[in-house]
């Protein structure tokens, strides 16, 4: 009787352990199907997402500038994602990404790259300053967008990297940066001053460090471009930015084609 109840009792903890183990293993890979399921990729932010300047645009896009030689679409091209859609646009602001972008987000991405931040800090106006007007007026309007960025940016950011991770979980976000513009002592005898130049690339700087602290606050990853365009700026003799284009103005002070294969797509690569 006692043996009995021995080998009864053995037996029920052999099969609770069973049913453990079990348990677990589905649990494991219910996990793993999650985590396989989550491999789509979508592309969000600005005209440095979008491609402006690399030519080659898709007309579908419209005025948001799709190239199909952006660094997105040339990631997804050698990389096969389940599923790959490329909402960034140019001109958009934190708002706009958050208005308009955010739609293919899902339990299903795995990967999400984004540019934001220059357009909310008035990257078009500070250049069409300094470009129109006097070197003093260039430096004032460069410091009311460093103090913006000090101020209201980072809301700005918080409030569309929230929202990414609230609809994909389970996303890998790579937030990129802004390359400086200009080689400094460089080829360039015209156009703006040195100091301007300095100044323009300082500000660059500024805004992706404001831009890395949000985004590493947030669990994200921030991809640093300047390294990559080093030796490739405006005055460089090498440039993959284009300078002030005045037949196509919207192009101006944007990556080309070589910026982002070159730059912007190995960059990438590395973070994602």
């Known amino acids: 009787m006692r043996l009995s109840r021995i080998t009864a009792y053995m037996s029920s903890l052999l099969l609770a352990f069973a049913f453990a183990l079990t348990g677990a293993a589905a649990a494991q890979a219910d996990q793993s199907g999650q985590q396989a399921a989550a491999t789509g990729y979508v592309a969000l932010g600005d005209s440095y997402a979008s491609g402006v300047g690399a030519g080659s645009y898709d007309s579908a896009s419209g005025n948001c500038k799709r190239s199909k030689v952006?660094?997105?679409?040339?990631?997804?091209?050698?990389?096969?994602?389940?599923?790959?859609?490329?909402?960034?646009?140019?001109?958009?602001r934190t708002s706009d990404v958050l208005a308009n972008q955010l739609g293919p987000l899902g339990s299903g991405t795995g990967l999400v790259s984004?540019?934001?931040?220059?357009?909310?800090?008035?990257?078009?106006?500070?250049?069409?300053?300094?470009?129109?007007?006097s070197e003093a007026d260039c430096l004032a309007r460069i410091d009311q967008a460093r103090a913006?960025?000090?101020?209201?940016l980072p809301g700005n950011l918080d409030k569309v990297y929230s929202a990414i991770n609230a609809k994909a979980p389970s996303a890998h976000v790579v937030v990129l940066g802004y390359p400086r513009f200009y080689k400094?002592?460089?080829?360039?005898?015209?156009?703006?001053?040195?100091?301007?130049?300095?100044?323009?690339?300082?500000?660059?700087?500024?805004?992706?460090?404001?831009?890395?602290?949000?985004?590493?606050?947030?669990?994200?990853?921030?991809?640093?471009?300047?390294?990559?365009?080093?030796?490739?700026?405006?005055?460089?003799?090498?440039?993959w930015l284009h300078s002030v284009e005045w037949l196509n103005p919207s192009e101006s002070y944007h990556p080309?084609?070589?910026?982002?294969?070159?730059?912007?797509?190995p960059v990438f690569t590395a973070a994602a």
């Not at 040339?74 to 140019?90: G, M, R, V, Y």
């Not at 984004?114 to 007007?133: I, K, R």
């Open 70 to 92: 952006a660094y997105p679409v040339l990631w997804a091209a050698a990389n096969s994602p389940s599923s790959f859609n490329f909402t960034a646009c140019s001109g958009a």
């Open 114 to 133: 984004l540019s934001v931040g220059g357009n909310d800090a008035g990257f078009a106006d500070v250049m069409t300053t300094c470009v129109l007007q």
């Open 148 to 152: 913006f960025v000090d101020s209201t």
């Open 184 to 239: 400094l002592d460089g080829q360039c005898v015209a156009g703006l001053s040195e100091k301007e130049r300095a100044a323009i690339n300082g500000a660059a700087d500024y805004l992706n460090a404001a831009t890395a602290k949000r985004a590493a606050d947030h669990g994200f990853t921030f991809a640093d471009v300047t390294s990559a365009f080093s030796g490739h700026e405006i005055c460089s003799g090498s440039a």
């Open 256 to 265: 080309t084609a070589p910026g982002h294969s070159g730059a912007y797509l």
